[in-house]
């Protein structure tokens, strides 16, 4: 989603603007722009579509020099992604990047026509800027006159605001998107998250929600909600910038996807006892609260909402705990009859992901027991807004479709099955020291599965023509058919649709023929022998079989059936195993197809929007 970059400084700072919006490429945008106050006293901006090389290009064939600016990656909302549309937004001489939607634009712009404002973006972004240059008009001073503006906004924003009046200053609103403020000598930085600045700073201060901020080369003024001035911590981060490099992969999706053992058990570390899972791992209150859970309410986005139910069999099957999972865009604007003592469980990668962090802030207001974010971002609003965490440690994930993050999900909602049937009392004997063996065991399995790279690569030729795909699962797999599915769609561009395997028959398989292969995976458990039939069906109608079996699950290679041998795992794992060779699947089917594998067309990584 787009990114937010702004520096103040007695130096020249397009490069620090333009480094920080590299760094937050991975996000996903569609075209990027930087305004600077340059030396010679006025305003200018420069804005390009599609790639932050591209504006790098750009100013390099025209310079831009200058110690104020700011600079934004713009994944659209309102409006086409073309140049018109990219940020910064000027109005008078103010210029404005935003991330959000102004949910009262149509409103503002009208009122703002009426006033004379001319408009030369379809964006909801231009009515902030001329909103603003109306109260500076009124006002005089920038700060009180954004103070005054955010009052007008309806929806979310981070706000970062220059003018050349008051070249002074860089000033900026956070609420519902997140800003983060760089502290440095003599100079200092705004971006909307800090990988951004890592390259100029090691301190940070965060924006709380409604804050406004003042940032001068020598000084911060931040004030809250009411308008109160507040002081706000610096965090420092001592660890080196987290690499940011593919190493010896082709594309950071698969550097990601390879890294799954070693972030797994990271995942697991300190987490586990000889035979038992650390409920304590959720946080001082988890025991007491978890005592206390008869129900569970999941709500998610995208792979993580496919991480929720894989988890609700889970917690039924082995916790006991009737579980309801849901997307967070749904469950936001429904109305909910609340089960009592439901735990609220979000999970996110980002924490930042807009529908999940409404949906929480919905939750607060109607009575569940407490809530728990999974996720991947320690210092993030979902994990700030939550009463309990847990942190998957999957390190920075940049390839825009989720591969370790997904995983590591998987691995933090078992911990949790296991922590609440523990301190409830709901596991059957044995089962937590088994699974906990077998947590111990997974890295080292996932290195397996890993280990089928190459011949997921040669499956993968079967799909460079194809156009459509079915993805078949039973039980918890159904789940990871939806995942592997996801994936396919989200790099290879081909449509991908999963369904529970039993269901094929009312009416799917009416689409089955030879040009529509068919993905299922296969362990060795009680729902083989119906999988098997389902097969058959689709074999019967001339479709092609790709088959993720277990080596124990006796499948061999046929005629129009291509099988490929999976290391025997616990069932109750299998999920998290069979997740693997379906994310290689899709990454070669891609490759084959020269897609845009990291930043796929029309996608950005975190949703920071509704
Ligand atoms: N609504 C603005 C900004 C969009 C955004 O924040 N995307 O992540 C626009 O469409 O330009």
């Known amino acids: 989603m787009c990114g937010i970059v702004g520096a103040v400084a007695e130096r020249n700072i397009t490069a620090i603007l333009l480094e920080g919006l590299k760094r937050l490429e991975y996000r996903g945008y569609d075209s990027a722009g930087v305004a600077i106050f340059t030396n010679g006293g006025t305003l200018e901006r420069t804005r390009r579509p599609g790639k932050v090389s591209e504006l790098e290009q750009a100013l390099e064939n025209e310079p831009l020099a200058g110690r104020l600016g700011i600079a934004h990656t713009r994944w659209a909302t ?15 001489d ?24 001319v408009f030369t973006s379809d964006t909801d972004t231009e009515v902030i800027a001329h909103l603003l240059e109306h109260k500076l008009k009124e006002l005089g001073d920038l700060t009180v006159a ?15 605001v220059i003018s050349a009046q008051q070249p002074d200053r860089l000033v900026a609103a956070r609420s519902g998107s997140p800003l983060v ?41 931040i004030w809250d909600v009411d308008g109160q001035a507040v002081e706000r911590e610096s965090v420092q981060y001592r660890d080196g910038a987290e690499a940011a490099d593919k190493g010896e992969f082709r594309h950071y999706m698969l550097k990601e996807i390879h890294e799954q053992p070693a972030v797994v058990q990271r995942t697991l570390e300190g987490r586990l006892s000889q035979n038992q899972v ?37 917690l039924e099957e082995l916790a006991g705990i009737p579980c309801q999972v849901e997307v967070a865009s749904e469950f936001r604007y429904r109305k909910v009859v609340v089960q009592a003592d439901t735990l609220f469980v979000t999970i996110s990668q980002s924490g930042e992901t807009a529908d999940t962090l409404a949906a929480l802030r919905n939750a607060k207001e109607l009575g569940y027991l407490a809530s728990l974010a999974i996720c991947n971002v320690g210092i993030s609003s979902l994990v ?8 998957t440690q999957a390190g920075r994930e940049i390839g825009v479709a989720s591969t370790k993050a997904f995983t590591t999900q998987l691995v933090g909602l078992l911990l949790l099955t296991l922590s609440l049937g523990q301190v409830r009392g709901t596991l059957a004997s044995g089962v937590e020291a088994t699974l906990v063996e077998e947590l111990r065991r997974l890295p080292s399995r996932l290195g397996e599965a890993l280990a089928m ?11 460079a023509e194809k ?104 069932d109750i794992l299998s999920p998290i195993l069979y997740t693997i060779p379906l994310q290689l699947l899709s990454y070669y089917v891609a490759v084959l197809k020269g897609t845009d594998v990291d930043q796929p067309r029309n996608l950005a990584k975190s949703v920071t929007v509704e």
């Open 94 to 117: 103010l210029a404005v990047v935003h991330n959000g939607i102004i949910e009262n634009h149509e409103t503002l712009r009208a009122q703002l026509k009426d006033l004379g404002y």
């Open 146 to 160: 954004l103070k005054a503006t955010v009052k007008e906004l309806h929806g979310a924003y981070g706000l970062a």
């Open 453 to 463: 790279d190459s011949t997921v690569e040669k499956i993968a030729e079967l799909f």
């Open 467 to 570: 156009n459509h795909t079915l993805f078949l699962g039973r039980g918890a797999q159904f789940p990871v058919a939806m995942e592997g599915a996801l994936k396919l769609k989200e790099i290879s561009y081909i449509h991908a649709e999963a369904y529970p395997a039993g269901e094929l028959k009312h009416g799917p398989l009416a689409l089955v023929d030879n040009d529509m292969p068919v993905v299922t995976v296969a362990p060795n458990n009680e729902l083989l022998e119906k999988l098997k039939s389902n097969l058959q069906e689709v074999r019967a109608r001339g479709g092609e079989l790709i088959v993720f079996a277990d080596e124990q699950a006796g499948m061999t290679n046929g005629e129009g059936t291509h099988v490929v041998q999976m290391p025997h795992i616990h």
């Open 384 to 391: 700030r807004e939550s009463d309990l965490t847990l942190l």
């Open 181 to 221: 403020i760089g502290l440095g000598m003599g100079e200092n930085f705004l971006a909307s998250d800090q990988l951004a600045l890592r390259q100029v700073t090691d301190r940070f201060v965060y924006l709380e929600e409604g804050d406004i901020a003042e940032i001068r080369r020598e000084s911060v003024q």
């Open 78 to 92: 309102h409006g086409a992604p073309c140049e018109r549309n990219a940020h910064p937004h000027f109005a008078g």
């Open 278 to 314: 650390l409920v304590q791992a959720f946080g001082p209150q988890a025991a007491e609260l978890f005592a206390k859970v008869r129900n569970v309410q999941i709500v998610a986005c995208g792979t993580s909402y496919h991480a929720g139910m894989v988890a609700r069999y889970w």
